[in-house]
């Protein structure tokens, strides 16, 4: 083996090789010292050629990496030692010159270059012009050199937008330099700094799109579109960061880590999540206190996910005994769904009243949070979205107990103004103590007087009514709800007392009534009036009943009403009213006492002798007969007044359907055929938004136990065959059996057999 | 949304009369004729901090709009424009993009 085999052998590859392998895989810093030894070792013209090549690889790096400096002394060097291998380098070497700020040789032929050559120079330098300063300050240009000029006026112009807003004046100066000068790029990058600062940003995207890119002032162009943009972090320089960390405070780099986080979260990388969420929280004493506690508050139930409380409170740096950690586990618990949060807030609040770590008004606020978290959690009340999500018996809020919380807390009227939501939360026991705590603290508030008596129409409590009705005649309140139960508590009270028979009493209470005429209608007023003359003795009686057979039909009817409820066998003579007059007449009587609470029984022989005039009667007053028909089981006025509404048509057709739904219920009729006139009824409804008949004809539905749920809705044709077939069927004979016992509960057949406007 | 940005007022202002001369203020120098979005954020703004109990909410459960949108919560960070003085620039400029 001969002695180069040898050697290579020992140092691998030859010298040569390695410099052109290194070369190759761009390694310039090695290169060039390898070409050293190589020049030593192996001198000769392939050699030096090989080492100068290195060397402008070398140089061209440097160049590219900004230092400028480094690359000029490695040219100087080039071209002292190797002045007979430089021809294919001239213009790098140069390149290195210009890179280190030197443009003495170019600035010093532009003197006496002629315009074309000078539009040569000026191109050559372009690329090079990375501080107008040593151009400025050359000595080898002309003063009066227009480039001099420009070179002056872009860098006392770049140092006073980085540093200042500039006056308009100022700014006006950049119009002298030239559209082909070196400088047009840096007029540019000036205009686009100031337009930032000014928060012009169409303005800087204007100026940064024409900036040329071969131009360093294009690099200052990139750190603006990042800081305008609102970009996602691109690749940026060292100096680049810190330029945007200066101008931004910070913020810049705050709102990368914030996506980082957000991202890291979503595809369940724990570990990056520590590593941004510890870099966050560095940040977390020097920011703005409310930006930093939403950041807090939002970031937490994120990493709540993820990590247990001790981490969080690590991450977070929050200490464990921190009162704080109470709120943020609730907030946790909160948005992220966990069942409890609204007894965690409550626990929190009363935790830190006891410690009188919070005023009373503070804690009133966070119950009032915890009730509308409940009322969130409600919203899947059988925990269907998530099978964990279930209250244990026992363990669900007492809003009652919340709700006397906060009216103990802070009774003012924007407090307990906003209880009403969550009152319907309540049974009527709780309902009615939590009303009775209200008003203790606010004696002047509408809605717990509206909401006890309503309360006391619903359990018929009569006696206790009437104090409210008095308090709230003394607050003068003008909430209708409350009028339209004065009125019904009221009239309630006083049929009590006539079936008592203590008139007296009867009569003083509807006198009160009486003296407020605006409460009530026109034929409201009948049924006052009728309630009076029963009250009234003998001697007063006839007068009262000479204005009631003024009323006409609608007199005749609630009188009639009036005596059979009372069980008086008393009845107005027959009027003789035209057809008009009595399907009027019967039609305002009905509507008069539905709107007080009364549904019509004792007055089946007056609505029969509608019976002949029904061709006559329109829309409403149908609807009106074929009702109080069926209460009063006179099934076949009801058959004949629906099917004479199915025959008009009109906008509450679906109202007229589901009588005859309710008729068809109490006769043996084909179920399916019901089923489905229910069902056209609450298509309609549900076209008409007519809640009410959406809500009844959805109850009657469920009464039938072959009933499934079908996603099949009727057609309109549908629908328009069953009002044809209706419209025409004869009504099935009733039955003369009672109906087999349904298989439903009882309560399902009370509500079937209800009538329609029934309270 | 940071109200209290919004408005130009410290965060720490816990004074009614100050945010609700703060909101008039911002009403005449953006009236809603003008600019009506301006306006409407201002009010937005004004809203979410008006009184005690109203900051007391939003100090203690936080901005509802902020969970789960990124965009709105790196919002509340708005990035400042100081001037970071030529050398900074001109660091860049010499050193290339990378």
Redesign the interface.
Known sequence: MGKRHRNQRQHGPDTRTRLEQLLAKGDTRAAVETAKLLVREQPGTASEELAVRAYAERIRALI???L?REAAAIAAIVRERYPAHLSPWTSLLDDARFAAGDFDSILSELRDASDERRAVLEERLLPWI??PAPIANSVALAPADPLASEARLVARL??TV???IATPEEMAALGDIRRRSPFAPWKLLIRA?DA??R?DDDRVAANVGAIDVRS??A??A??LTQ?TA?ASKG??????E??ID????G??T??AQ??SL?AASSQDDRRRMREEMRALSRSFDT?????C???R??LL?ILGIHFGPEQLAGLFRIGERDPAMG?YGA?IME?TGMPFADGIWVAYADGLLEERKLEP??AA??YL?ALATAGEDDDDPFGCTDPTHEHPAGEQLDTARVIEKIIASRPAP?VLDRLTPHLEQLDKKELRRVLTAWRKADPDAPVPLVRLLRLAEQEHRYDEALPLIRQGDRMKTIDPEYARLRLRLSLRKAEQLLAAKKREAAASLLAELAARPEDFSEDVAAYVLALQWAAAPPAAAGELLAQLAQRGVTGELILAEVTGALGMQFALPASHPSPEELLEGVRRGITALHSIGVTPRHSPWLLERTKPHLDRADERQLLAIAGVALVCGATDLAWAATARGLELGGPLLQRTLLFRAEILIGTPADRIRTLAVIKAAQVLAQRAHDSDIVARATELEHGFFFFRRSEQRLSSDDIAAIVDHERTAAMPAPRTQPRKKATRKSKSKRKKERGLFEP | MNPYRVLGIPEDTNDDDIIRHAWLEGVRRHPPEKEPERFARNREAYEMIRDREARFRLWTFGDPRLQDDVDALVDLFPAERNHAGPALWLAVIRGGAR
């Open positions: 590219a990496e900004g400028g990375v501080d770049f140092e980085t540093s200042r700094i930032f600062h928060h360093p002032a690099r200052a990139a750190v800081l609102a690749p940026r320089s060292f100096a680049a810190r330029l200066r101008i931004s405070g913020h810049a705050l709102g914030i996506r957000h920011l703005p206190p409310y930006a506690e939403q950041l508050l939002a139930p709120r907030t948005v008004w503070q606020e966070i949070h924007a």
